[in-house]
C-alpha cells in the first residue's frame, strides 16, 4: 500500500513538474515576444482569471454553459448506449442506423452548427450540437461490447433463464463498463468543444462563447486565454465526473447480488420443482459443418429416471443435452421424438460463471426465488466446505474444482423438470467427487436426471 500511494506520488510530481516546465516557456516566449495584444503569457491569463472569470457573473455564464452543454451530452448518452443495445441485438437495426451514425460522425461540425442555428436557435442548438457529437462514442461502445460478449455466458444465462432487465443490469452493464468508460473519455471533451464553438457562432446570451466574442471585439488575448483554461478545466472535470459514475454503476450489480446472498439464510429444503417430464429422441441428426455430429440418435428416459450417456469423447454427448437444455435444436428428428416442455437445468462440461463474480454472486444471479438461493447456498456450503475467502474471490481465482462444484450447486438449486449433468465429477479428487454424487442423490428430487460422462468408473459416483 505504502509502495504504490508513492509510486503515485512521484507519478504526481513528474506530471507537475513537465507542465510547470511547459508554464515557464510560455512565459518567456510571451516576454520575447513583447506584445500581451497578440501573445499574452501565463501570468496575463490567470491576471485576468483572477480579475474578469472568477466573479459572480462569470460563474452565472459558466453554470448556463455547463447546463445546455449537460443536457445535450446527457440525453445523448442514454440515447447512444439504448441505440447501441438495440443494434447489437438486432442486424435490421444496425443496418438501418449505419448511414446516420456514420454520417453524424463525418459531417464537420461547422456545418451542423450553421443548420442547427437556424432550425432551432442559438441557445437549444448547444445542446443539439453536443448531443449529436456525443452519441456515436456511446453508441458504437455498446455495439463493440455487444460483439465481444461470450456466447458460451449467453447460453448459460438461457439455460437459466436470467433474462430481460436482470441480465441487462447485471451483466451486459458490467461488460459493456469499459467500453463505455473509454467512450466517456474521447466525448467529453468533445462535448465542451461542441458547445463552446456553437455558443461563439450563434452567441447567446449568458454563455462562454459570448464571453470570449467579446475578448476578440476588444483584443484582450488575456481574457480568452483564461476562458480557454476554464473549459480546459471543466472538460477535465466533467470527464472525472462521468467516469466515476460509469465505475460506481458497473460495481453496483455486485453489490446487489451480495445483498441478496447475505439476505438468504442456508436451508437444505429445496424449492418447489415442476414435475419431472419424460425425454424421447427417435432418428435425431445433428450436423456441424456438414459432418453429422449425431447420426439417427434414438434415447428414452421415463420421468423421474435415470439415464447415463456413456460413449466416447466427440460421439456428442454435450450436442444431446444442448438439444434437451433447449440450446440447439436437431436439424432431422423423428415427429414422435417428445423434448422437455420447462427449461431444464444444467451443469456444463466446462463451467459457464461470471468470471467476474464471486461463487454467491453467481448463484445469486440465476436464482429465481429467495428460496432457490437458501437452497443453492446450503449445496455451495456442502460442496465447498471451510472456504472463507469464497465470498471476495471471483471464481477465476478459484480452481477448476471449486468451479466445477459451483455449477453444480447452480444446477442442483434451480426449479426445473429435468436435471443435466456434463462430465458433472471432472477435475475433482476421489472424496469430493463421492460427497458430490451423495449430494446429486439426495436433492435431485423426483426430477429426471440425466448424466453425460465418458468414463465409466464415474457411474458408480452416479449411483451412489
Not at 83 to 106: I, N, Y
Not at 203 to 216: A, F, H, V
Request: proline letters at 6%; glycine letters at 6%.
Amino acid at each position: 500500500m505504502m509502495g504504490s500511494t508513492i509510486s503515485r506520488m512521484q507519478t504526481a510530481l513528474k506530471q507537475l513538474g513537465t507542465i510547470g516546465a511547459w508554464l515557464i516557456l510560455w512565459q518567456l516566449a510571451s516576454w520575447a515576444i513583447g506584445n500581451p495584444l497578440l501573445f499574452c503569457g501565463p501570468l496575463e491569463a490567470l491576471d485576468a482569471l483572477l480579475r474578469d472569470i472568477l466573479t459572480p457573473a462569470s460563474w452565472l455564464v459558466i453554470g448556463w454553459s455547463a447546463g445546455r452543454i449537460a443536457a445535450g451530452f446527457a440525453v445523448a448518452c442514454i440515447l447512444g448506449l439504448l441505440l447501441g443495445a438495440v443494434a447489437g441485438r438486432s442486424e435490421a437495426a444496425r443496418t438501418l442506423l449505419a448511414p446516420t451514425l456514420h454520417g453524424m460522425k463525418s459531417t464537420p461540425i461547422v456545418c451542423v452548427i450553421a443548420l442547427l442555428l437556424v432550425w432551432y436557435g442559438s441557445s437549444l442548438a448547444t445542446s443539439i450540437a453536443v448531443g449529436l457529437v456525443v452519441l456515436p462514442p456511446f453508441y458504437f461502445a455498446m455495439l463493440e461490447a455487444h460483439s465481444t460478449a461470450d456466447p458460451a455466458t449467453n447460453q448459460m444465462l438461457e439455460a437459466f433463464q436470467v433474462r430481460g432487465w436482470r441480465r441487462s443490469l447485471f451483466v451486459r452493464w458490467p461488460q459493456a463498463a469499459p467500453f463505455v468508460r473509454a467512450a466517456a473519455r474521447t466525448s467529453t471533451g468533445m462535448a465542451w468543444k461542441a458547445g463552446v464553438a456553437c455558443e461563439l457562432i450563434g452567441l447567446p446570451t449568458l454563455s462562454i462563447g459570448e464571453q470570449i466574442y467579446l475578448g476578440k471585439l476588444s483584443l484582450d488575448m488575456s481574457s480568452i486565454v483564461a476562458w480557454t483554461a476554464v473549459i480546459i478545466a471543466l472538460g477535465w472535470l466533467s470527464e472525472r465526473i462521468v467516469i466515476a459514475a460509469v465505475d460506481a454503476t458497473a460495481k453496483l450489480p455486485a453489490r446487489i447480488l451480495n445483498r441478496e446472498y447475505a439476505r438468504a439464510t442456508p436451508t437444505d429444503q429445496a424449492p418447489p420443482m415442476p414435475p419431472a417430464e419424460a425425454v424421447i429422441i427417435r432418428d435425431g441428426w445433428r450436423f456441424f459443418g456438414g459432418e453429422p455430429v449425431l447420426e439417427g440418435f434414438s434415447l428414452e428416459v421415463e420421468r423421474g429416471s435415470i439415464a447415463r450417456l456413456t460413449s466416447p469423447s466427440g460421439s456428442g454427448k454435450t450436442t444431446t443435452l444442448r438439444i434437451i437444455a433447449q440450446l440447439d435444436a436437431f436439424d432431422k428428428v423423428s415427429p414422435t421424438s417428445v423434448l422437455p416442455i420447462c427449461a431444464p437445468s444444467m451443469a456444463f462440461q466446462e463451467p459457464r460463471l461470471i468470471e467476474s463474480l464471486s461463487a454467491p454472486q453467481n448463484l445469486a444471479l440465476v436464482a429465481s426465488s429467495e428460496q432457490e438461493l437458501r437452497f443453492a447456498r446450503y449445496l455451495l456450503d456442502e460442496l465447498i466446505p471451510d472456504e472463507p475467502l469464497l465470498e471476495s474471490k471471483p471464481v477465476s481465482a478459484l480452481s477448476g474444482g471449486q468451479r466445477c462444484r459451483i455449477e453444480l450447486a447452480r444446477a442442483l438449486a434451480h426449479p426445473s423438470s429435468i436435471l443435466l449433468l456434463d462430465e458433472p465429477f471432472s477435475g475433482l479428487d476421489e472424496a469430493n467427487a463421492q460427497h458430490a454424487a451423495q449430494l446429486i442423490h439426495e436433492h435431485r428430487a423426483h426430477r429426471t436426471l440425466i448424466i453425460a460422462t465418458h468414463d465409466r468408473s464415474n457411474l458408480m459416483r452416479a449411483e451412489g
